[in-house]
């Protein structure tokens, strides 16, 4: 997701008490960021960091941490964050293809949340649940892997259905709309503009144990 240039993104990111901007140096040692060893979420492509914020809020046994590709989006997301105290909650700009260099075996959930299907056949590696990608996220895991997508694009949940079958996960898949929204839902800020238009919204929980 992409927005308009924020005035004085460098600034907004270089002073946000959120924003991690040496992340490789906490590879394996991210429970020293949080002075605690709580479980780990990760959330790649963040967006405005509607979700994560509201999981740091609801679960404050589990630290989160957002990973967002562009500067413009993150500094919009630390702007609307700047007068909250959420001590379970760390971002970091990063290109989701160097995840790798910033965890190792400390993460117990990745949530994909509406990510770029990229629909031609030729940008399927894109796809953040694509081989590339699920290679990628076995090193980050602690212990089980485990996954949580939703998407309203139902080439990409089938995508995905695919991809983690392949992989060795057990799914779990669930649809809902407007009219059926599971009560522990927490949305992102495209889910909320999806279900008012009376979009479908696909889930998979997919778990892959040791």
């Not at 780990?40 to 740091?56: C, L, P, Q, T």
């Not at 117990?108 to 056949?121: A, R, V």
């Amino acid at each position: 997701m992409r927005l308009r240039n924020v005035k004085n993104a460098a600034d907004i990111i270089n002073n946000s008490p959120y924003i991690i901007s040496n992340p490789n140096e906490y590879k394996g040692k991210w429970h020293q960021v949080f002075g605690n060893t709580n479980p780990i979420h990760v959330e790649i492509g963040m967006g405005k960091g509607r979700f994560i914020k509201e999981n740091a809020l609801r679960y404050p046994h589990i630290n989160f941490i957002g990973i967002e590709k562009y500067s413009s989006v993150i500094a919009r997301a630390a702007q609307i964050l700047k007068d909250e105290d959420i001590c379970n909650l760390k971002l970091i700009c990063i290109d989701a293809l160097c995840i790798e260099e910033l965890f190792d075996h400390e993460i117990e959930t990745i949530y994909l949340n509406f990510s770029d299907p990229w629909p031609k056949d030729r940008h399927a590696k894109r796809r953040l649940t694509s081989d590339t990608f699920l290679n990628l996220y076995d090193n980050l895991f602690q212990n089980d892997k485990h996954i949580i997508l939703k998407t309203d694009n139902f080439n990409l949940y089938n995508y995905s259905k695919d991809q983690l079958t392949n992989h060795k996960y057990n799914i779990k898949s669930t649809s809902f709309n407007i009219n059926s929204i599971p009560n522990n839902n927490i949305m992102t800020e495209y889910e909320e503009k999806f279900l008012k238009e009376n979009n479908i919204i696909y889930k998979i929980d997919a778990l892959k144990n040791n």
